[in-house]
């Protein structure tokens, strides 16, 4: 067994790219070696602002020998008349075996010609030296550049390359044009702390050395060393630090021995919104902020940055530091005072000078698109006068900050200003809330609104975006969804659910789409298209966040929303926490066992129900069954039993309460198994008809009352 080493070693590469290749290797590499029979015993992965690294150990040094049977060519064209053809021969020539070798089987496309031969063993290192180029010209990206005067392509220069197997030199050569980077055992350590090269021995030193020359290539274990270094500076200043797991992620791969310093800036500053103070650090800066001990965002005057240089250089390294973040602080007061100088309704009047998108308008058109879906939702909700105020209002406003000074700058901050703008102007609380609100969830993983005018907002919001762009027939395609249009309907379905909206969708999708194109400025060809598209787009996120946020089998989560059966589908959209509700019952009762108990009565009653013409939304047995025509004792005791389950099933109609519907479907099982199978069972299909279709009935009465729930045709049994 052996140990082998890659390194690539280049000028200074993005933070983003370290993790990005490391990834792509990690998905990549195990495959091809397990492939080749070449399977280590372990894969390290390292990286560094300035190397891309590898160790596989216990690799064995050479390929199995093997045996494997190979497929030729037709028999008709490797045989004639009985003798072998240039084919045959040629194709044993190339398995190294004689004619006499190979055999003619059968298959599915005719008779060909196989053989067993046998395979020898590549040793490793040969093999090495054919995967290693391919390794590293593989690696996919963002912004590659040339650099010499090649057509190579990689997101810096490369500069070194080792290739150690055990203690051998695997020799390859990268060209670029006029440059070739042959692979050496020379690599490069800390530029500052240890700025001579380094030549290795043996792979399995990869790690000790370089970590024995400041260069730490273990990229989880940088994440650990600054994480507890920034914790211990932080309490160094009474302060406990705020560590943004993206932002440590991005700061590990922009350094090679990190050292924690503490900077400082003007207590002025802190009369900043602490939302502010932060972006400024975290996003422009890659600062760690100080905060006082149980709060979580009151900042304290101090930062922490992550140097790459000498830890003799802290001092100096903070104080320049602080100066750059002072200027930032600067920027981000005057554009505070600034915007405050004037009122939010000063920059609505700016938002017909921004454009939402070319063909739809103006930001300010939207706003009154918002407005006007705004009253809508009011209207389904049955908000009072002062909540339609504050809506109204909230709605007027959302989009004010976006042509302020401080968003302009820093767009990430869109909402969170409007909010503490509003209240500098004296708006109402729900309304300053809303502003803020009104853009959550940002993000799959993001807090939700909580307040029911921010909740109403965001619907809103969402709701015009999806049918303005669905309008132009820009509709998501594969991974392309440039409007983030999946985002904002998995929004809308998430927020209903979570704050429990009596939101109709189906109805509130119906006057969106109605009344935009009724607007002589921005029409489509035909409203009907544009509203089944919504529709079905709706449905796919439910669909999805049934299964994957919720847990529901796929299945049941079909059985809720109907298989091509448009009751299903508009019940769906009509009432998202039914169809919510439906699905996590089912889901439970599959659990419990209870749905395993009914499965087969529902189901065997709903297949011969479908040989009926009762309508599936009748459920009273009194006005579709004729006592007079019952044979059977079973048949009234099916009859009597349907009587019971039918308040029971108004009530879970009603209340939205499954377990009544489910219980009386339980009661009914005994009594249909006796109608099918017991001493006074009957046959359904009576040459009768009027008895056949008595008797359909009251099975086509059973599948209703079930249908209340769920389609139990999509179940799958077990």
């Not at 299945?555 to 039914?578: F, I, S």
Request: glycine share 6%.
């Amino acid at each position: 067994m052996a140990t082998f080493l890659l390194e690539v070693g280049t000028e200074e590469l993005p933070a983003s790219f370290v993790e990005e290749a490391l990834a792509q290797w990690r998905d990549r590499i195990p495959t091809e070696l397990e492939a080749a029979y070449l399977a280590p015993g372990d894969i390290r992965y390292y990286g560094t602002p300035r190397r891309l690294a590898l160790l596989l150990t216990d690799l064995p040094e050479k390929q199995p020998d093997r045996e494997e049977e190979a497929k030729g060519p037709p028999a008709k064209a490797a045989f004639k008349d009985g003798k072998p053809t240039k084919a045959a021969e040629g194709f044993a020539r190339s398995k190294n075996v004689s004619v006499e070798d190979l055999a003619i089987r059968e298959t599915d496309k005719g008779e060909f010609v196989f053989v067993q031969h046998q395979i020898p063993g590549r040793p490793a290192a040969e093999l090495l030296q054919e995967w290693v180029p391919q390794w590293i010209l593989g690696l996919e990206g963002k912004r590659f550049m040339r650099w010499g005067d090649g057509d190579f392509k990689f997101p810096r220069p490369i500069r070194w390359v080792v290739t150690l197997l055990d203690d051998e030199l695997i020799p390859l050569t990268l060209e670029n044009g006029s440059e070739k980077c042959e692979s050496d055992r020379v690599t490069q350590a800390h530029r500052v702390l240890h700025p001579a090269p380094i030549t290795l021995q043996h792979a399995q030193d990869y790690v000790a050395t370089l970590r024995g020359a400041y260069v730490e290539v273990d990229v989880e274990k940088r994440q650990t060393q600054i994480k507890a270094a920034v914790e211990t500076a932080a309490a160094g200043v009474s302060g406990t630090a705020r560590i943004d797991a993206d932002l440590l992620s991005e700061v590990a791969n922009l350094v090679e021995w990190p050292t924690a310093v503490v900077g400082e800036f003007e207590t002025e500053f802190l009369e900043l919104p602490s939302e502010v103070a932060i972006m400024e650090m975290e996003s422009h800066q890659r600062y760690f902020p100080v905060l006082q001990p149980g709060t979580a965002a009151q900042l304290l005057p101090y930062f922490i940055t992550i140097s790459n240089g000498d830890p003799q250089k802290s001092p100096l390294i903070a104080e320049g530091n602080g100066r750059v973040i002072r200027a930032r602080l600067s920027d981000g007061k005057f554009f505070f005072d600034a915007d405050r100088a004037v009122s939010l309704d000063t920059f609505v009047t700016k938002l017909d000078t921004v454009t939402f998108e070319e063909r739809l308008g103006s930001m300010g058109a939207k706003v009154d698109r918002i407005e006007a879906i705004a009253t809508l939702i009011a209207d389904q909700l049955n908000l009072g006068e002062t909540e339609r105020l504050h809506l109204h209002r909230a709605a007027h406003l959302c989009k004010a900050d976006l042509v302020t000074q401080m968003v302009g700058e820093f767009p990430e901050l869109q909402g969170v200003m409007g909010e503490k703008y509003a209240r500098h102007c004296g708006e109402a609380e729900p309304v300053a809330i809303a502003i803020a609100e009104h853009y959550l969830p940002r993000g799959a993983n993001d807090h939700l609104p909580q307040t029911l005018i921010g909740q109403a907002l965001g619907l809103a919001d969402r709701l015009d975006t999806l049918v303005s762009i669905f309008s132009l027939g820009m509709l998501p395609t594969g991974s392309s969804d440039p409007f983030a249009l999946r985002r904002a309907a998995n929004a809308i379905v998430t927020v209903t659910w979570d704050a429990n909206l009596a939101i109709n969708l189906h109805e509130l999708l119906d006057q969106v789409v109605n009344t935009f194109v009724d607007n002589p400025d921005l029409t489509v060809d035909r409203a009907e298209p544009l509203r089944s598209q919504l529709q079905d787009f709706f449905l796919q996120r439910v669909q999805t966040l049934l299964q994957d946020d919720l847990g529901i089998d796929y299945d049941l989560v079909n059985a809720v929303l109907g298989e091509n059966d448009p009751t299903y589908t508009q019940r769906a959209l009509t009432d998202l926490l039914d169809v919510r509700d439906r699905a996590t019952y089912l889901q439970a009762i599959r659990q419990d066992g209870t749905l395993a108990k009914i499965y087969e009565t529902v189901n065997r009653a709903a297949r011969l129900a479908a040989q009926g013409t009762l309508d599936t939304a009748a459920l009273d047995p009194a006005q579709v069954i004729e006592t007079g025509r019952f044979q059977q004792a079973s048949e009234r005791a099916f009859y009597e039993v349907l009587q019971a389950l039918l308040p029971q099933t108004q009530s879970a109609q009603r209340d939205r309460d499954y377990q009544q519907l489910i219980a009386g479907l339980e009661n009914a099982a005994p009594v249909v198994s006796r109608f099918f199978d017991g001493p006074d069972s009957v046959m359904v299909m009576d040459k009768d008809p009027a008895i056949q279709q008595n008797r359909l009935n009251l099975l086509g009465l059973l599948r209703n009352h079930a249908r209340v729930l769920a389609d139990f045709g999509a179940v799958v049994k077990g």
